[in-house]
């Protein structure tokens, strides 16, 4: 999961591609919101290899609070899927404490400990 925020226009996310990417090629970057099911593509992006992963620059004005799909296509015909991911919104700063399922989890506790156990 990539996490974006909504203090600048501007984001990039890398990722590690299923194919190797070449750098004459167009891409296309098609960002879909969960919530309302709506597609946005950012066509022609650039993008730069480094090591093993994928550095993708791109703009887009993100909603807070919410999950999007995107895939990273090569322009063509037919168009050709190269990487499908996810991303959350957020503008938390400390990343490493940030969890998207706070107050989601309920730990059920048995009580009465006698671990039975049904035989037939």
């Given at each position: 999961?990539?996490?974006?925020?909504?203090k600048?226009?501007?984001?990039?996310?890398?990722?590690a591609?299923r194919?190797t990417?070449?750098?004459?090629?167009e891409?296309?970057?098609?960002i879909t919101?969960e919530e309302?099911?709506?597609?946005?593509?950012?066509?022609?992006?650039e993008?730069?290899?480094?090591?093993?992963?994928?550095?993708?620059?791109f703009e887009f004005s993100?909603t807070?609070?919410?999950?999007y799909?995107f895939?990273?296509?090569i322009e063509?015909?037919?168009?050709e899927?190269?990487?499908?991911?996810?991303?959350?919104?957020?503008?938390?700063?400390?990343?490493?404490k940030?969890s998207v399922?706070?107050?989601?989890?309920?730990?059920?506790?048995?009580?009465?400990n006698d671990?039975?156990y049904?035989?037939?």
């Amino acid at each position: 999961m990539h996490i974006v925020n909504t203090k600048s226009l501007s984001q990039t996310i890398y990722i590690a591609p299923r194919n190797t990417l070449s750098s004459g090629s167009e891409y296309i970057l098609r960002i879909t919101d969960e919530e309302t099911n709506t597609e946005s593509d950012t066509s022609s992006i650039e993008q730069s290899i480094t090591g093993n992963y994928v550095t993708i620059p791109f703009e887009f004005s993100f909603t807070l609070n919410r999950y999007y799909s995107f895939v990273v296509l090569i322009e063509g015909d037919p168009q050709e899927e190269v990487y499908k991911g996810k991303m959350f919104c957020t503008n938390a700063t400390e990343l490493e404490k940030f969890s998207v399922n706070t107050g989601e989890f309920s730990y059920y506790e048995d009580t009465d400990n006698d671990n039975q156990y049904i035989y037939r």
